[in-house]
């Protein structure tokens, strides 16, 4: 079955505009979880969704949010970009508890 | 709050047995998680364990002592292909999956 899909997979943006970054789960995964990577910083926890309703968040300012559809598909949007924020944002799915399964990420370059 | 500790580099021989240790602190805790992570790619899930005690999948073990608040990945017979990133994470029982900031392990000839 196809994996976590993440899209696009790179983007460039300016400081002060917004993005929207898009990821499709496993077939049959509910739970849709965001996660930024920098170098040395390991994945720093941005948000997770189940069923359309946000059931966890991390400790990143309110430029930084989210959504899931009624299909599972989430995206996450983050708004008057700054430079910091230039990361690998990786989007995970679980079905059950144990393991989470990973796209490819999108590496988001703010200029 | 919670946190996780690993050490940030590791470099052993090719068939030699390197072992990643985590200890963690937090509230709710579910079970402890190991991913792999090469250079340019998706991290992958290796291992899990939620009761105290070894798993072992092939090459690779996780050991998870809960009164401890520490785990340990064990890479056997070591090879080339192993030179990768390695994160244990925490589940909780609020579902929050949090991770370490990495080990870099480095397989020399």
């Known amino acids: 079955k196809a994996g976590v899909t993440q899209t696009p997979r790179y983007l460039i943006k300016t400081r002060g505009q917004q993005v929207t970054l898009s990821c499709s789960p496993i077939s049959g995964h509910r739970s849709v979880s965001w996660y930024q990577q920098t170098p040395g910083q390991g994945l720093q926890f941005l948000f997770e969704?189940?069923?359309?309703?946000?059931?966890n968040k991390g400790n990143f300012p309110g430029r930084f949010s989210g959504r899931q559809f009624s299909n599972s598909r989430s995206e996450m949007n983050v708004s008057t970009l700054e430079l910091g924020d230039s990361a690998l944002y990786l989007c995970?799915?679980?079905?059950?508890?144990?393991?989470?399964?990973f796209g490819q990420g999108t590496r988001l370059t703010v200029v | 709050g919670q946190s996780l500790e690993q050490p940030s580099e590791v470099t052993a021989v090719e068939g030699a047995i390197v072992q990643i240790n985590c200890t963690y602190q937090?509230?709710?805790?579910?079970?402890l998680s190991w991913y792999q992570q090469h250079d340019g790619g998706a991290p992958t899930f290796l291992s899990y364990?939620?009761?105290?005690g070894l798993e072992e999948t092939g090459r690779f073990s996780s050991f998870l002592s809960r009164s401890d608040s520490y785990g340990y990945l064990l890479l056997q017979e070591l090879q080339m292909k192993d030179s990768a990133s390695y994160f244990c994470?925490?589940?909780?029982?609020?579902?929050?999956?949090?991770f370490g900031a990495g080990t870099t392990v480095t397989v020399r000839a």
């Open positions: 364990n939620a009761l105290d």
């Open positions: 994470a925490v589940r909780r029982d609020d579902y929050k999956l949090s």
């Open positions: 937090t509230s709710g805790f579910y079970g």
């Open positions: 969704y189940f069923s359309e309703t946000q059931r």
């Open positions: 995970a799915s679980s079905h059950r508890d144990a393991e989470a399964f």
